[in-house]
């Protein structure tokens, strides 16, 4: 067996990272979410985390030489026939190019592309109300999924926090860089034949089956 890749694909907002833990919870998978994996790298001040930050709270994206570095070091150390949900990774054309480049190389293949399809209203909601726990990484919505204690994460009592991207602005800016940079990759992955599009502005309930159906039917 060969290593094998799904991707998440979704403007900010659009729940990646609540869909991935679902993901994660029903089958092994690594999961490869870039901006966790960012914002690692800033908490431990590394030299990337360092030159990533500045962009992070711009709401811009990092260079791609830098993102596409750091991911297929992440792959290349994992098992030859790991299994991979990548998770706001690739974000620009380039970055899907050297994806393919590299998987190409090494035999790898991916399986499918879901596009988890929401509203701009849904989004800025969504981000807008988002508290995330610094210990964990869990996400929580201060309305519709609030921790049971206001502030404090329910799975590890870690405090919840704002994210720094998660300001009106700068929400603004990083759903025109959706827009601009990444939403050509829908074509893209659908001129492929990869594209699976999911309405992801309905509750997770209702989205969860649609998307454990698309990624059984591509036998991921
Ligand atoms: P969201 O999808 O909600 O914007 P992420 O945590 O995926 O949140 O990304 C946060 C930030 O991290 C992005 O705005 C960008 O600055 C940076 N980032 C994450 N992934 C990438 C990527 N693949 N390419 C460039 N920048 C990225
Ligand atoms: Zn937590």
Redesign the pocket.
């Given at each position: 067996m060969a290593v094998r890749a799904m991707v998440l694909l979704g403007a900010?907002?659009a729940g990646?990272?609540t869909m991935a833990e679902v993901v994660k919870a029903a089958m092994p998978v690594t999961h490869i979410?870039?901006?966790?994996m960012?914002?690692d790298e800033i908490r431990a001040a590394s030299a990337l985390g360092q030159e990533?930050d500045g962009?992070?709270r711009q709401?811009?994206?990092?260079p791609?030489d830098l993102?596409v570095r750091m991911v297929m070091r992440r792959v290349d150390q994992g098992a030859p026939d790991a299994r991979y949900m990548f998770?706001?990774?690739?974000?620009?054309r380039p970055?899907a190019d050297l994806l393919d480049r590299h998987f190409q190389e090494r035999g790898a293949q991916l399986a499918l592309v879901v596009l988890l399809e929401v509203t701009r209203d849904i989004c800025l909601d969504r981000?807008t109300g988002r508290r995330v726990c610094r210990k964990c990484g869990a996400n929580f919505h201060v309305r519709n999924i609030p921790p049971l204690v206001a502030g404090v994460c329910d799975q590890c009592g870690g405090e919840l926090y704002q994210r720094p991207?998660d300001m009106p602005e700068t929400i603004e800016r990083?759903l025109e860089?959706f827009k601009e940079q990444t939403a050509g990759l829908i074509d893209y992955y659908s001129d492929k034949g990869l594209l699976v599009r999911v309405d992801s502005s309905r509750h997770r309930d209702e989205t969860v089956p649609d998307l454990m159906q698309a990624i059984a039917d591509r036998h991921f």
């Open positions: 900010p907002g990646k990272g979410a870039t901006g966790d960012l914002r990533a962009y992070m709401g811009r994206l990092v791609d993102i998770d706001g990774f690739p974000r620009t970055q981000l991207d990083r860089v």
